[in-house]
């Protein structure tokens, strides 16, 4: 009896969460590269929904029925399959985010997208705990949810003011979250950094979260892809304004706008008709001394400067360009995740837009005003559903980039004060914490060379590859990657690219493609130093060049515990434990990091997952190399201790490791600088912090494989405790060496 409570807990989540998936039964989402006016026409007749609100003679994503996924192949149509089962998938994401909404401490809070009524209790705990945050009320929507948010102010009089608003649009949850977050971390930094209060001690600041409550509740209880406010239209069963394209700025200027009520650009009937954009309208005319505004959208990788109805240069276009790239590259920076900047249709990475509101602000109240669109940056990246795991990358992105609007307000330079730093700016009046040092090659805050190079560029690991890359529709590779002995290229837009590698000519060389979409119009090719093609192919594949035939001795048992999986002659060196240690570590479903406190009797790692192959898809270590069962490849080699790995399932697996239990306070774990994958030594649960103690001054951040982090900057450990059989990824800004504790 006890396995049916679960259930029918699951089962009561399922049924309530339902709702707004609905609109999307038998329904499947896809994207098209190319959509000419003929296809658009016949899509529409056959009430297929545009997630793009541009024209559709460009790539399009795109919601289809049945009818309408059948008249596409019988009709020839290349489409790539983004969600096959649109109401299974919004069933799911929804059933899961039900049972996480309990979570509400720190950081946790922000791991699941929360509903309208969480978001203003959220905002209700921010301004109790905060002696400069204020809870404002705007005013109401059409259906009489209040718009409020944050002011924050120290005080004083004709301030510069700056103004930060997330969802216009219902279905961009992540806008929400973004929002909600930065207005938290703006509290809890202001009352422990220095930098924050010296900004603040100059600039007001405004946060409103939800500027479209009604549109946000419907999307959690009717239709996860509202777009709209919901105020119904006179003479027509099509309900809804869309909010950004009602703005008194090129109003009904036709650059992607509709004046159908159905349409989801929907102008409305005047400039403001719609009662949030009214309201919004009204509160910011009242702010004193209004200079910068942003306006939080998702989803492209984003930032957009005014003005966006035209491509013609506004009169601060100077200021405008040199405030929208120092916002992009603090968003790029965060995570090494890459945002575009630009103005108009920013090179045509997005599209022209009348009646926008960066665009009102901007002409109407004089302030700059921007557009970001958050992460990801493609519907295959999870879309206006962008994966939970992201949320708080997302929000440390756009954290980052609205700081910097906030610093250009204070009309003060931050940087580095310290005068025997190499990047010590004498200009600085604030000091920002960015001061570093000399690498070994003598670049300031550098990484040293690169794998295989010295410090003047020059190959010294043997010879130079010429690595050619080619995309035949010319719009990059759609997340596909080679990976050639554990670097990895890929093309991230155009048609081709060329790229330089060092190897060992007297090895062999591992060769992968593959990890993307649209694998058909990848190709490339491997040339040695002197233009000899060594190695070509397209995606997917496995491969290898170089001396890969030489015979190399070394153990050749499997059963030995110093096999060698690479050796082809025994040398009679092998090696037998008498060991009856083991280890089971169970697997789920899917992604998962694992580590063993086990030295296996079989290292190698496709003899670790022996016993749970047949559900195996792929291995991953932190160089990228992998173990690929279907196609009897390991470029992995040796499952080294101390380590950890990415497996990916087809179902729940318990793998069992025999050998011998490592003594974790007499093994040392070196880790480099930058991402690596850590494994867990000690045969028992400990606290993270304690366990890392040692190293937590070069510690950045240490993720688990479901996103939950450990950061010690903030002094927060989402993680708890370390668990045997996890691995865990850890970015440090130095190498590092250490031993855990012992058992």
């Given at each position: 009896?006890?396995?049916?409570?679960?259930?029918?807990?699951?089962?009561?989540?399922?049924?309530?969460?339902?709702?707004?998936?609905?609109?999307?039964?038998?329904?499947?989402?896809?994207?098209?590269?190319?959509?000419?006016?003929?296809?658009?026409?016949?899509?529409?007749?056959?009430?297929?929904?545009?997630?793009?609100?541009?024209?559709?003679?460009?790539?399009?994503?795109?919601?289809?029925?049945?009818?309408?996924?059948?008249?596409?192949?019988?009709?020839?149509?290349?489409?790539?399959?983004?969600?096959?089962?649109?109401?299974?998938?919004?069933?799911?994401?929804?059933?899961?985010?039900?049972?996480?909404?309990?979570?509400?401490?720190?950081?946790?809070?922000?791991?699941?997208?929360?509903t309208y009524d969480e978001v203003q209790d959220?905002?209700?705990?921010?301004?109790?705990?905060?002696?400069?945050?204020?809870?404002?009320?705007?005013?109401?929507?059409?259906?009489?949810?209040?718009?409020?948010?944050?002011?924050?102010?120290?005080?004083?009089?004709?301030?510069?003011?700056?103004?930060?608003?997330?969802?216009?649009?219902?279905?961009?949850?992540?806008?929400?979250?973004?929002?909600?977050?930065?207005?938290?971390?703006?509290?809890?930094?202001?009352?422990?950094?220095?930098?924050?209060?010296?900004?603040?001690?100059?600039?007001?600041?405004?946060i409103v979260p939800i500027v479209n409550p009604?549109?946000?509740?419907?999307?959690?209880?009717?239709?996860?892809?509202?777009?709209?406010?919901?105020?119904?239209?006179?003479?027509?069963?099509?309900?809804?304004?869309?909010?950004?394209?009602?703005?008194?700025?090129?109003?009904?200027?036709?650059?992607?706008?509709?004046?159908?009520?159905?349409?989801?650009?929907?102008?409305?009937?005047?400039?403001?008709?719609?009662?949030?954009?009214?309201?919004?309208?009204?509160?910011?005319?009242?702010?004193?001394?209004?200079?910068?505004?942003?306006?939080?959208?998702?989803?492209?990788?984003?930032?957009?400067?005014?003005?966006?109805?035209?491509?013609?240069?506004?009169?601060?276009?100077?200021?405008?360009?040199?405030?929208?790239?120092?916002?992009?590259?603090?968003?790029?920076?965060?995570?090494?995740?890459?945002?575009?900047?630009?103005?108009?249709?920013?090179?045509?990475?997005?599209?022209?837009?009348?009646?926008?509101?960066?665009?009102?602000?901007?002409?109407?109240?004089?302030?700059?005003?921007?557009?970001?669109?958050?992460?990801?940056?493609?519907?295959?990246?999870?879309?206006?559903?962008?994966?939970?795991?992201?949320?708080?990358?997302?929000?440390?992105?756009?954290?980052?980039?609205?700081?910097?609007?906030?610093?250009?307000?204070?009309?003060?330079?931050?940087?580095?004060?310290?005068?025997?730093?190499?990047?010590?700016?004498?200009?600085?009046?604030?000091?920002?914490?960015?001061?570093?040092?000399?690498?070994?090659?003598?670049?300031?805050?550098?990484?040293?060379?690169?794998?295989?190079?010295?410090?003047?560029?020059?190959?010294?690991?043997?010879?130079?590859?010429?690595?050619?890359?080619?995309?035949?529709?010319?719009?990059?590779?759609?997340?596909?990657?080679?990976?050639?002995?554990?670097?990895?290229?890929?093309?991230?837009?155009?048609?081709?690219?060329?790229?330089?590698?060092?190897?060992?000519?007297?090895?062999?060389?591992?060769?992968?493609?593959?990890?993307?979409?649209?694998?058909?119009?990848?190709?490339?090719?491997?040339?040695?130093?002197?233009?000899?093609?060594?190695?070509?192919?397209?995606?997917?594949?496995?491969?290898?060049?170089?001396?890969?035939?030489?015979?190399?001795?070394?153990?050749?048992?499997?059963?030995?515990?110093?096999?060698?999986?690479?050796?082809?002659?025994?040398?009679?060196?092998?090696?037998?434990?008498?060991?009856?240690?083991?280890?089971?570590?169970?697997?789920?479903?899917?992604?998962?990091?694992?580590?063993?406190?086990?030295?296996?009797?079989?290292?190698?790692?496709?003899?670790?997952?022996?016993?749970?192959?047949?559900?195996?898809?792929?291995?991953?270590?932190?160089?990228?190399?992998?173990?690929?069962?279907?196609?009897?490849?390991?470029?992995?080699?040796?499952?080294?201790?101390?380590?950890?790995?990415?497996?990916?399932?087809?179902?729940?697996?318990?793998?069992?490791?025999?050998?011998?239990?490592?003594?974790?306070?007499?093994?040392?774990?070196?880790?480099?600088?930058?991402?690596?994958?850590?494994?867990?030594?000690?045969?028992?649960?400990?606290?993270?912090?304690?366990?890392?103690?040692?190293?937590?001054?070069?510690?950045?951040?240490?993720?688990?494989?479901?996103?939950?982090?450990?950061?010690?900057?903030?002094?927060?450990?989402?993680?708890?405790?370390?668990?045997?059989?996890?691995?865990?990824?850890?970015?440090?800004?130095?190498?590092?060496?250490?031993?855990?504790?012992?058992?």
């Open positions: 009896m006890k396995n049916l409570i679960p259930f029918a807990f699951l089962l009561m989540v399922f049924q309530i969460s339902a709702q707004n998936s609905a609109p999307y039964a038998n329904t499947t989402l896809i994207h098209l590269k190319s959509v000419s006016p003929a296809l658009e026409a016949s899509l529409n007749n056959l009430e297929a929904t545009f997630l793009s609100c541009r024209e559709h003679q460009s790539s399009s994503d795109i919601i289809v029925s049945e009818t309408a996924l059948n008249w596409l192949s019988i009709n020839n149509i290349v489409f790539e399959t983004i969600v096959s089962d649109l109401k299974e998938k919004i069933d799911n994401d929804n059933a899961a985010m039900e049972l996480l909404r309990s979570q509400r401490d720190g950081e946790e809070w922000y791991e699941i997208y929360r959220k905002l209700v705990e921010i301004a109790n705990s905060s002696s400069i945050a204020t809870l404002i009320d705007l005013g109401d929507s059409y259906e009489n949810r209040a718009i409020n948010g944050l002011k924050f102010s120290t005080g004083g009089t004709n301030k510069p003011a700056v103004f930060f608003n997330g969802c216009q649009h219902a279905r961009e949850w992540v806008t929400v979250m973004a929002t909600t977050y930065f207005a938290d971390q703006l509290a809890q930094e202001y009352a422990t950094d220095n930098f924050t209060q010296t900004l603040l001690d100059i600039v007001d600041v405004y009604d549109g946000y509740v419907y999307t959690h209880t009717t239709d996860r892809y509202w777009r709209k406010n919901r105020q119904p239209n006179a003479n027509s069963s099509c309900v809804g304004t869309d909010l950004n394209r009602n703005w008194d700025a090129d109003w009904n200027g036709g650059e992607s706008t509709s004046t159908s009520e159905c349409s989801d650009v929907y102008v409305g009937t005047s400039p403001f008709s719609a009662t949030e954009a009214n309201v919004l309208k009204n509160y910011m005319e009242a702010v004193p001394n209004l200079v910068g505004h942003l306006d939080i959208h998702s989803y492209s990788a984003l930032v957009l400067g005014p003005w966006g109805y035209t491509n013609a240069e506004s009169p601060d276009h100077d200021e405008i360009v040199s405030l929208g790239n120092a916002m992009n590259d603090a968003i790029t920076n965060t995570n090494n995740y890459p945002f575009t900047f630009g103005v108009g249709d920013a090179n045509g990475a997005l599209y022209l837009a009348s009646g926008t509101m960066p665009d009102w602000s901007y002409d109407e109240l004089g302030a700059l005003g921007y557009t970001f669109e958050l992460r990801p940056n493609s519907s295959s990246g999870g879309g206006f559903e962008l994966p939970e795991s992201q949320i708080l990358d997302a929000c440390a992105e756009n954290f980052n980039g609205a700081m910097e609007m906030i610093i250009w307000a204070a009309g003060i330079q931050g940087g580095c004060m310290d005068a025997t730093a190499c990047n010590y700016d004498v200009n600085s009046t604030v000091d920002d914490g960015s001061c570093t040092e000399l690498d070994e090659c003598g670049d300031c805050g550098g990484n040293g060379p690169n794998p295989g190079y010295d410090c003047d560029g020059n190959c010294v690991t043997g010879e130079t590859l010429t690595i050619q890359l080619e995309d035949s529709y010319g719009d990059g590779w759609n997340g596909n990657n080679i990976i050639i002995n554990g670097s990895s290229l890929t093309i991230v837009s155009g048609s081709s690219s060329t790229e330089v590698l060092c190897y060992d000519s007297n090895s062999c060389i591992s060769v992968t493609c593959d990890g993307g979409n649209w694998q058909e119009e990848v190709s490339w090719s491997i040339l040695s130093s002197d233009g000899i093609e060594l190695l070509s192919g397209g995606a997917p594949f496995i491969g290898e060049f170089g001396n890969c035939s030489a015979e190399i001795s070394g153990c050749i048992d499997p059963l030995a515990s110093n096999y060698n999986n690479l050796a082809t002659i025994d040398d009679s060196s092998c090696e037998y434990s008498s060991a009856t240690d083991v280890q089971i570590i169970n697997l789920p479903l899917g992604w998962y990091i694992f580590s063993s406190f086990i030295q296996p009797d079989s290292p190698s790692i496709d003899s670790l997952v022996n016993s749970i192959v047949d559900a195996t898809v792929i291995i991953k270590d932190a160089q990228g190399l992998a173990y690929l069962p279907e196609w009897e490849f390991n470029a992995i080699g040796d499952a080294n201790v101390g380590d950890a790995y990415l497996i990916k399932l087809l179902s729940n697996q318990n793998l069992s490791i025999s050998g011998t239990k490592i003594i974790p306070e007499e093994f040392v774990i070196n880790l480099s600088e930058g991402w690596s994958l850590l494994g867990y030594l000690r045969d028992s649960p400990a606290n993270l912090v304690e366990m890392l103690t040692d190293i937590n001054e070069q510690i950045i951040i240490v993720k688990t494989f479901d996103g939950s982090a450990y950061l010690p900057d903030w002094d927060f450990n989402g993680i708890g405790e370390m668990t045997p059989g996890q691995g865990y990824q850890i970015k440090l800004n130095a190498v590092a060496n250490f031993s855990y504790p012992s058992n």
